[in-house]
């Protein structure tokens, strides 16, 4: 597939605008408290994710925030940026996914979105993914670990109103639907280390102490 910085005249175009989003909204139920408030190697998770989308220039960067968003809120003072609020955020992640894709759709043509509770993701996965997207023309670019397809996940422009949507009620399903025009980035499986509960947090920082 042609690249998104060729122009077909031999004159580069400009880069394509990619946003980002961090979603943030769950309950926590598992955990007992609000996970994203856990100090993770001198910061919370949920500002360690800021910090690291940030790092990978997404423009603009969302906070979709829902339980004890107050909270979360306080917790980005000073952040480069922008909060939204899912007040249906108990529906589950498809609906921050939504709500995300509602705040950027005017201005940006593709959305990378990543989870709080991913630790392990970094800044150059963040890019890499960014990079796959702007060189190989697909409409989707998927993070696969071991088995286990995860975010970040990149969605093109085109891709938006089907997220608006959510047909099949999830973003699993709609990344199975549009899988044939997905380039696949393989990661270790051992990044994929989300965290749901408090033997995950604690399993976590021992195993990367």
């Known amino acids: 597939m042609p690249s998104r910085l060729s ?20 309950c926590s139920s598992r955990m007992g408290r609000n996970k994203l408030l856990l100090e993770w190697e001198g910061e919370s998770l949920l500002n360690r994710a ?16 829902g339980f004890e968003a107050d909270r979360a809120a306080e917790m980005l003072a000073g952040e480069p ?4 609020l899912n007040p249906a955020h108990d529906l589950g992640m498809h609906s921050s996914a939504a709500a995300a894709t509602d705040a950027v759709a005017q201005e940006a043509e593709a959305l990378l979105i990543m989870l709080a509770d991913m630790p392990l993701v970094t800044a150059a996965m963040l890019e890499e993914v960014q990079a796959e997207y702007v060189s190989g023309g697909n409409r989707l670019v998927v993070s696969r670990y071991g088995e286990v397809v995860a975010p970040p996940t990149l969605f093109d422009r085109s891709i938006f109103p089907h997220l608006q949507a959510m047909e099949g009620g999830n973003v699993k399903t709609l990344i199975e639907r549009f899988w044939s025009d997905a380039a696949v980035i393989d990661w270790q499986p051992s990044l994929l280390r989300d965290i749901d509960t408090p033997d995950d947090f ?8």
């Open 7 to 26: 122009s077909g005249n031999g004159v580069s175009a400009r880069a394509p605008r990619i946003a980002g989003a961090v979603l943030a909204a769950g």
């Open 202 to 209: 604690e399993g976590l920082r021992a195993d990367t102490s």
């Open 81 to 84: 940026c922008r909060i939204v």
């Open 50 to 65: 800021v910090r690291v989308a940030g790092e990978a220039r997404l423009d603009p960067l969302i906070v979709v925030v």
